[in-house]
């Protein structure tokens, strides 16, 4: 319980601070829509072509947009020391480490659920019948990259060239993660048959969250303090 | 090393690189002191004062906190850190602030105790604040209340004069004066010698690394806070 506790007080601390500067979710979501009104114009697709690259589109925009929430999260500690300030304080690595995450995962579900149906506007997908699964498959890969990105954000966050770092350290290492949720999110998008073949996505996902939740927070001292 | 100093530092190095930051310090505080920790720019002063408050580790030897490790949960519960940066958020109000950091202290009412420190640091009318409105003064003013909040046996102050307005000076001088008197310790780095001589009970002084000179605050050194660099620094 005292874990969760200043996890949350973490948590809350950024989530108020998002909420009153609006710095990361004004550009993550204006980045966004601008990436899904841009590939609409380009690709012109018909009903089939969508059908076969709505997954793979969706999660392109979700984790170039999510790498933008990511890189602001141990970055605004810089402001007056503020990360000194934390590792100080009795709260663990671990503690400050998953308090991160919820806020950066709050803040990129609430960007996705509203991209998603702007996405089924611009490309005339009907949201599927087991649209419940489709969220589901929405947060395990959004997990997987909040875990890993909130890790890097913290690696990265004394580089000078954090913003140019983060995202190529992290997507070769969500090409696992986002491989499953895009296999996933097509059948999903599509309606068709989630057979057994694709179960194996959503284990996939699932253990790859566990594990690198498992690793993060147990690496995490270590990356704070040295 | 004796497990009764508030402090104990053994053979301490610090590598940047190549370049040794810190070359085998060692000496101890005791509970109640007073340490004013003198040297020039870069001579290591706030690299010791990160590795004392778990902010960063030696390279070789041993450091404890009142008997245990520098980075071990409880001994963080009872030591106040005042680094160069304020450590408050400019999105959050003052009292907001004082609340974050009484929950990761794990005070038992964070409400009550923010409250009687916004007022103690005069900062009561502007609880509601954010601090990105606030004036230098009343920033530095909240920093003290962050350091003091969760009322820490050992106090860490790097360079804690510093552009500190009057009233934020008289605030933390009082503040550790009473902290002196309670007992506590305090250990702070500054380039303010006069200041910082004036509330010390003894004195280290650090040249390029090395330990140059530890001793008790002497009435020499209070009429002539120069002394000290003259025969045991740098010229």
Not at chain 1, 70 to 93: H, K, Q
Not at chain 1, 196 to 221: G, H, K, M, P, S
């Amino acid at each position: 319980m005292n874990f969760l506790r200043q996890a949350w007080a973490v948590a809350a601390k950024d989530l108020r601070s998002e909420v009153r500067s609006k710095e990361t979710v004004n550009a993550s979501l204006s980045f966004a829509l601008v990436i899904l009104l841009l590939f609409s114009f380009a690709f012109d697709p018909d009903a089939e072509q969508v059908r076969q690259i709505s997954g793979g589109l969706l999660w392109l925009v979700f984790a170039f947009a999510g790498t933008l929430i990511l890189n602001r999260s141990f970055a605004r500690e810089l402001v007056n020391d503020c990360l000194d300030a934390l590792i100080a304080s009795p709260a663990t690595g671990a503690q400050i480490f998953f308090g991160k995450c919820v806020a950066n995962y709050t803040l990129l579900v609430a960007v996705e659920c509203v991209c998603l149906p702007i996405f089924a506007v611009f490309y005339n997908v009907k949201l599927p019948q087991r649209i419940a699964l489709l969220f589901l498959v929405m947060l395990l890969g959004t997990w997987g990259i909040t875990v890993i990105g909130t890790l890097f954000s913290a690696m990265t966050v004394n580089l000078r060239l954090r913003e140019l770092m983060l995202p190529t350290l992290i997507y070769p290492m969500l090409i696992p993660a986002l491989i499953g949720a895009i296999q996933l999110s097509t059948v999903l998008l599509g309606n068709d048959p989630l057979g057994t073949e694709n179960q194996i996505w959503f284990r996939l996902l699932v253990v790859f969250d566990l594990i690198f939740t498992a690793l993060a927070l147990t690496l995490v001292e270590i990356v704070l303090v040295g | 090393m004796p497990a009764t100093s508030a402090v104990a530092i053994e053979g301490v190095w610090k590598f940047f690189g190549d370049y040794p930051a810190l070359r085998d310090i060692s000496f101890n505080v005791e509970g109640g002191d007073c340490l004013a920790l003198l040297g020039r720019n870069g001579a290591g002063k706030t690299t010791l004062l990160r590795i004392l408050a778990g902010l960063s580790k030696a390279a070789k030897g041993r450091v404890a906190i009142m008997g245990k490790d520098a980075r071990a949960e409880d001994t963080r519960q009872r030591i106040g850190v005042l680094g160069h940066g304020i450590g408050v958020y400019e999105e959050l109000s003052a009292y907001e602030n004082l609340r974050l950091f009484a929950r990761l202290y794990r005070i038992p009412d964070p409400r009550a105790r923010s409250l009687e420190w916004l007022e103690r640091t005069g900062l009561d009318r502007v609880a509601d604040g954010l601090v990105r409105e606030f004036s230098r003064g009343m920033r530095q003013r909240l920093a003290v209340a962050r350091t003091f909040l969760h009322n820490p046996s050992l106090l860490l102050l790097d360079e804690p004069f510093t552009s500190l307005d009057d009233r934020a000076i008289k605030v933390l001088q009082d503040l550790l004066k009473a902290a002196l008197a309670e007992g506590r310790t305090v250990i702070m780095s500054t380039h303010q010698l006069r200041e910082a001589l004036e509330l010390a009970t003894d004195v280290a002084l650090i040249n390029r690394g090395r330990l140059a000179f530890r001793g008790e605050r002497t009435q020499e050194m209070l009429e002539d806070p120069g002394w000290l660099y003259r025969h045991y620094g740098e010229a």
